[in-house]
């Protein structure tokens, strides 16, 4: 780490001395922005960034010079070195081929893991310790970017250095083809890291390669280069506790780590979401109790904190959604138990089982949508909630269809007689829910008629406005606008040429 740290100070300070041999004004603007203490905490960004800051400083110097053509082409030389001290130093990140060792960190020195781990039935000797985060490369061979990695060579023509390899895991670096999604979900990793700490150590061969963790590994670099992230956050990860293969392992070792902890299934299991969920109930409704009165501002303030809390990022949306989601499962809860009279137990299975339903039944609160009928019509939720406790609908994607069927006499009707159904085959159930589908089909079908009936409606009244409008209202710039005029035309005479080829087709042409 000093090694590093000195490096970067020393190429600061050469940078300073030939801003100063330039001009003391640009010597002094240079020096300010490199003037940090705490330099060795720097990211390979974070560098990068300090550097254009520089760079650009420099040029609108050399903007000001204007005539003065000797100043100018030696600010312009100091661009040019200091475009080159950015590739050189913009990269701390540990040497492709050097040995990582392990160093003594809060308290506890290199020592051998125990008891001696087994990697698909083979017992591989592994020291514990510590490693600098920006000491460790990612492994440029990872099946998990593998096409990204060629496609990465076929392009330029040689593999991504480290920081191209970072840039590829945070999508940073756009490769035709791939999805505009995170693919590798660093960011969501980084905030479990940044609220638990690294739980599970990543594996190092002696030569530093990573065998098993680039992603966790990723994530640190993320923490430490991402303004998300405090002080304290980033000097945890500066860190982390790898474990390493001894001078005495072979390539069978690491074959054996690498397919034990990628082929190998775990066994872990999830917690459900159901739970989850209500895990960040709790801590909502724990806080709401000390604040009843809170601001909106407030209430913004508490989500985020839960947000925070249970590493779901800075956006509140997860949180709130949970919120919405444990709140509808509750009301279906309250309904089963107390107004049917069934078993508790067997009522929470339920909500379990279709928590995902409460999502889409929680969506829509403005008048015709379904969350904001749901709480107008309390018969039509319970209804709701025994077609879904009596498991009547064939999946959740239907829930968005019942706002069409809110004021529909007909369709309610089947989903009540679906309702009543109790089912005691496969069969049966089928054909309960293809009565469903029917009810949801023609709640569709009616809104598509509404919404044809509603286009005509808006035909005849526009005719009608138009037709009663003075003539002199287009002459006159006051009353309407001579850009509205020609949107008027070019909307009449698009509307004039589907019409004619409707009413007076072309006649076909018979051929010989």
Known sequence: MKQASDELSLEFNRLIERAEQISADVGDEVEEILA???????SAVEVKDLLDKVVKAVERRIAVVGDRKRMATKLQALVDELVQAREKIALPLAAENGNVELIEMKGIKPRPVKPTPVFHTREVPLMEGYVRTRDINLWDSNERIEIHLQQFNRKHGRKPNPQELLDIMF?????????????FKIPPLARSIAANGLRKPPIISRTGKLLDGNRRVAACYYILTSDEFSIEQKQRVEYIMMWQLTEHSDSEDEDAIIVSLNFEDDHKQKWPEYVKARKVYEQWEAAIATDPNASPRRLLEIRREISKRFALGPDVADVTRYIKMVTGANEFEDYHIATKKRDRYEVKHKASEYFQYFDELAKGESPGKLAYELGKKEEFKHLVFELLYTDKFKNWKQIRDLRFIVDNDEARGILNDAAAVNWRTKEELEDVQEKVEDALAMGRTKQAEQRLLGKNTRIETFVHWLLDL???????????KPENIRRLHNALKFVDNIIGQQLFPAPEVERE
């Open 36 to 42: 940090l203490d705490d330099t060795h905490l720097l």
């Open 171 to 183: 999508c940073h670096l756009k490769l035709d083809g791939v999805p505009e999604e995170d693919q």
């Open 470 to 480: 003075p003539i002199g209202a287009f002459q006159d710039p006051n009353q309407i």
